[in-house]
């Protein structure tokens, strides 16, 4: 069974910093493309980074471009999101998801607060 | 960037009854179009991939069409568990962009 299993939002300042993780089981994760994605509490969902199976190529929406940073430890089944300079409309539920082209599995996301 | 625009906003229908969402795109799109499913609290959830295909476990009532600019998902009679947010989803072009969503509302 496919798991994606997000953790390490919380509350934090503006200009904050957290890091983000995805623990994924259930598949051969060194073959899929990752990517997150967020969703403002009471609003849609909006693509923030992709991640290709062995980090070559790396894509980041306009909003988050120099601030986040996505990576990947395929030996540890891991997705990672580093967000830097936190913003009050960076406050989201962030969800890790698979690219089986479509995206095909969703974890249940973890929040990420940004409030004085 | 590729804007998707989904209509209506809102959609008050009763059970049995056929639904109707649209998703217009900026650009053709070719094929690259799909649908999620999410209801409150929960993560989305996959529909429809490439415009038509119906994702593995969605029931056959969950159809999608259309090609280029216009797409369609439609749900041919309503069961409760279907009234939730719609959305569509492009992978044509970078960035991937999403539609505002459609509330499908029990009337």
């Known amino acids: 069974e496919v798991q994606l299993v997000e953790s390490g939002g919380g509350l934090v300042k503006p200009g904050g910093s957290l890091r983000l993780s995805c623990a994924a089981s259930?598949?051969?994760?060194?073959?899929?493309?990752m990517n997150w994605v967020r969703q403002a509490p009471g609003k849609g969902l909006e693509w923030v980074s992709s991640i290709s199976p062995t980090s070559t190529y790396i894509y980041y929406a306009d909003s988050v471009k120099g601030r986040f940073t996505i990576s990947r430890d395929n030996a540890k089944n891991s997705l990672f999101l580093q967000v830097n300079s936190l913003r009050a409309e960076d406050t989201a539920v962030y969800y890790c998801?698979?690219?089986?082209?479509?995206?095909?599995?969703w974890g249940q996301g973890t929040l990420v607060t940004v409030s004085s | 960037e590729i804007v998707l625009t989904q209509s209506p906003v809102t959609l008050s229908l009763s059970p049995g009854e056929r639904a109707t969402l649209s998703c217009r795109a900026s650009q053709r799109l070719g094929n690259y179009l799909a649908w999620y499913q999410q209801k409150s609290g929960r993560a989305p959830r996959l529909l429809i991939y490439?415009?038509?295909n119906r994702a593995t476990g969605i029931p056959a009532r969950f159809s999608g069409s259309g090609s280029g600019t216009d797409f369609t998902l439609t749900i041919s009679s309503l069961e409760p568990e279907d009234f939730a947010v719609y959305y569509c989803q492009q992978r044509s072009n970078w960035p991937i962009t999403f539609g505002q969503g459609t509330r499908l509302e029990i009337k």
């Open positions: 490439d415009a038509s």
């Open positions: 259930g598949f051969s994760f060194s073959s899929y493309t």
């Open positions: 998801v698979r690219d089986g082209n479509p995206f095909d599995y």
